[in-house]
């Protein structure tokens, strides 16, 4: 059952919430209230779920690749320490999910293929050199997000100047979960989380902007952005509380499922409560796909 070992290693749950980006976007560039969806904008639609779930996917091996010998001692069960997939077969993974998110991003556009080149760069980048530094490594992270959501965006070309700095909300609230996330496997991090508390709260201020500058509706996103920073303040708090793995781990893995109600925020305010909430069924899966696979 090697196969299995190979859905482990993608961590299929984070997935979920890329995929989630890819619907924020979309629904930034206002197309969710145009009368334009024709097949064509399906099918692009379409490849970008592929594309982001290839290009995350590949972050998450090449991540677990650079990481071998750290998770030898920290994290032996992990996929590639175990043994159920080798290094070298963890590797060739690797590549070839970046290579058919490439390839499915230019099947929608230049400028999606561009975005998505760049997102698969960012992310090698990230694994093998910034991870560990204290500030490369939580902007470095952010990037990848930011990029991410541009992604979606590129379903319309080209992508309207005035949403570009939207893209710098996902920048920020990952840069505060991967702060949340260092020394996970050791503890003694509460520095370094009561940062990503204020970051957290800059999101919301972030949030509130764009309800002034934008056809933006923040009451119908109100309840998904209460949601998102709510679970987020009481998981840190608690991970603040109780410095240990176990509390930061959680934090983190809180986090992580936590982008899907953010994109809903951004979902409902650009298009509808209704279609929020759509979004937001993307939860429940990744919350049940969590509970059988690794998350952080």
């Not at 290693?9 to 890329?18: C, F, K």
């Not at 290579?99 to 556009?109: E, P």
């Not at 240990?244 to 409560?273: C, D, Q």
């Amino acid at each position: 059952m090697q196969w299995y070992g190979y859905i482990q290693l993608i961590r299929p749950a984070n997935i979920v919430t890329a995929i989630a980006d890819i619907i924020a976007g979309v629904a930034i560039t206002g197309l969710f209230t145009l009368d334009v969806w024709n097949q064509e904008v399906i099918l692009n639609l379409c490849l970008l779920i592929l594309s982001t779930s290839c290009l995350y996917g590949g972050g998450i091996v090449f991540n677990d690749v650079f990481d071998i010998e750290q998770d030898k001692i920290h994290r032996p069960e992990r996929v590639i320490p175990s043994g159920r997939v080798s290094l070298n077969q963890a590797k060739r993974f690797g590549t070839l999910l970046f290579l058919v998110g490439i390839l499915a991003a230019f099947g929608a556009s230049i400028l999606s293929g561009g975005l998505a080149t760049v997102i698969a760069l960012l992310a090698f980048l990230y694994d093998k050199y910034s991870k560990h530094n204290l500030v490369l490594g939580p902007l470095n992270m952010g990037a990848c997000r930011g990029s991410n959501l541009l992604l979606g965006m590129s379903i319309v070309q080209p992508i309207p100047s005035q949403f570009l700095w939207i893209g710098l909300l996902p920048i920020i609230f990952v840069a505060a979960i991967t702060l949340t996330a260092q020394k996970e496997s050791q503890g003694k991090n509460k520095r370094a989380i009561m940062v990503a508390m204020v970051l957290d709260a800059t999101i919301v201020a972030g949030i509130l902007l764009l309800g002034r500058y934008f056809n933006f509706s923040l009451k119908s996103a109100s309840i998904f952005i209460v949601f998102w920073y709510g679970v987020n303040f009481l998981a840190k708090l608690k991970a603040i509380r109780h410095n240990h793995p176990i509390a930061i781990k959680n934090a983190v893995k809180t986090g992580v499922l936590s982008l899907i109600p953010l994109n809903a925020s951004y979902v409902a305010g650009f298009g509808s409560m209704y279609l929020g909430l759509a979004t937001l069924c993307l939860l429940p899966l990744s919350i049940y796909l969590a509970k059988r696979f690794a998350v952080t």
